[in-house]
T-cell receptor
Framework: GNSVTQMEGPVTLSEEAFLTINCTYT??????LFWYVQYPGEGLQLLLK?????DKGSNKGFEATYRKETTSFHLEKGSVQVSDSAVYFC??????????????FGQGTTLQVKP | NAGVTQTPKFQVLKTGQSMTLQCAQD?????MYWYRQDPGMGLRLIYY???????DKGEVPNGYNVSRLNKREFSLRLESAAPSQTSVYFC????????????FGQGTRLTVV
């Protein structure tokens, strides 16, 4: 079945460091791919998405490119801030037999950015 | 903008007790979902409702029931709580489709003792 695998955390970085969080997926067909972020004490919110191969999603300085050949959707940011400290989830939309919008999530990666 | 509202935010239950988690959305979305979040396991789908009047099992439905009361509301019921159901529960909603964003509530932290 479909699945998403993320690099294990926690990831601890100094402010202004470069961030990569790896995400790979297994899926039949051509799912859409998402990154969600969860700030402490809050629900998940969409960070960015890509709907087809080679698409690049971007938001708030974060980027991820849908790589069909390597089944990957790695999250990157050139210079992290303390306010980026959160849990990041990679997810794919599960096609199934109907477009229900169900999501399959990776296990989440905790990012801590120190001043 | 309320978005997705869940109640309660925190709950402690004794083993065997029952309770209902409430969820309402004001975005006129067709689809609604209940997920549980456990450490190291991400979010797993419990039940979903693709449209008003329909519900379907997700990945981990055992021990839960749901009701899609109307287009706005989707409740999750634990009939006889077990310690294994200690988790953080999230309700979400979206328009139908593969590419649309899901909107999440703030979560319910449930502890079963």
């Amino acid at each position: 079945g479909n699945s998403v695998t993320q690099m294990e955390g926690p990831v601890t970085l100094s402010e202004e460091a470069f961030l990569t969080i790896n995400c790979t997926y297994t899926a039949t067909g051509y799912p859409s791919l998402f990154w969600y972020v969860q700030y402490p004490g809050e629900g998940l919110q969409l960070l960015l998405k890509a709907t087809k191969a080679d698409d690049k999603g971007s938001n708030k300085g974060f980027e991820a490119t849908y790589r069909k050949e390597t089944t990957s959707f790695h999250l990157e940011k050139g210079s992290v801030q303390v306010s980026d400290s959160a849990v990041y989830f990679c997810a794919l939309s599960d096609h199934g037999s109907s477009n229900t919008g169900k999501l399959i999530f990776g296990q989440g990666t905790t990012l801590q950015v120190k001043p | 903008n309320a978005g997705v509202t869940q109640t309660p935010k925190f709950q402690v239950l004794k083993t065997g007790q029952s309770m209902t988690l409430q969820c309402a959305q004001d975005m006129n979305h067709n689809s609604m979902y209940w997920y549980r979040q456990d450490p190291g396991m991400g979010l797993r789908l419990i039940y979903y409702s693709a449209s008003e009047g329909t519900t379907d099992k997700g990945e981990v439905p055992n021990g839960y029931n749901v009701s899609r009361l109307n287009k706005r509301e989707f409740s999750l019921r634990l009939e006889s709580a077990a310690p294994s159901q200690t988790s953080v529960y999230f309700c979400a909603s979206s328009d139908r489709g593969l590419n649309t964003e899901a909107f999440f509530g703030q979560g319910t932290r449930l502890t079963v003792v």
